[in-house]
């Protein structure tokens, strides 16, 4: 996994800092997809859905990736459907499509941390369900 650097750069004897840097708080659109690596690396991918605050009803959809421990606790906790906030950087993947060469950009979310928002019926309907029945 990439390390997260600020770069301090000058401009007009003034200091400037880059920062790439996202929080998002949204709903999962999909349950995690969680791959190992002989390396003993461990990566999670899954989409998450932010709706706007505005009346236009528009939902943003946002590739995430997470790498290591926070990987293991996504795929076993984030559910499709589940409450969570994202905290990470953007990264843009690039590449030529085979059939047409056309140059495709596509953001991806590589979060550092994630937490879990919702309460055990919003992340796991199935739980409550159960624990009503017991």
């Given at each position: 996994?990439?390390?997260?650097?600020?770069?301090?750069s000058?401009?007009?004897?003034r200091?400037?800092?880059?920062?790439?840097?996202?929080?998002l708080?949204?709903?999962?659109?999909?349950?995690?997809?969680?791959?190992?690596?002989?390396?003993?690396?461990?990566?999670?991918?899954f989409?998450?859905?932010?709706?706007?605050?505005?009346?236009?009803?528009?939902?943003d959809?946002?590739?995430?990736?997470?790498?290591?421990?926070?990987?293991?606790?996504?795929?076993?906790y984030?559910?499709k459907?589940?409450?969570?906030?994202?905290?990470?950087?953007?990264?843009?993947?690039?590449?030529?499509?085979?059939?047409?060469?056309?140059?495709?950009?596509?953001?991806?979310?590589?979060a550092?941390?994630?937490?879990?928002?919702?309460?055990?019926?919003?992340?796991?309907?199935?739980?409550?369900?159960?624990?009503?029945?017991?």
């Amino acid at each position: 996994m990439e390390n997260q650097t600020n770069q301090i750069s000058f401009n007009n004897n003034r200091a400037t800092v880059d920062l790439n840097h996202i929080i998002l708080v949204g709903r999962a659109g999909k349950d995690p997809e969680m791959r190992y690596f002989e390396s003993g690396k461990v990566v999670t991918n899954f989409t998450l859905a932010v709706n706007r605050p505005m009346k236009d009803g528009l939902t943003d959809w946002f590739d995430i990736e997470i790498w290591g421990k926070p990987a293991e606790i996504a795929g076993e906790y984030v559910k499709k459907g589940s409450l969570i906030g994202v905290e990470g950087k953007v990264r843009w993947d690039s590449w030529n499509s085979k059939e047409t060469g056309e140059l495709n950009i596509k953001p991806i979310v590589i979060a550092d941390n994630i937490r879990l928002l919702g309460s055990k019926k919003d992340n796991n309907p199935d739980v409550v369900a159960q624990q009503a029945t017991v």
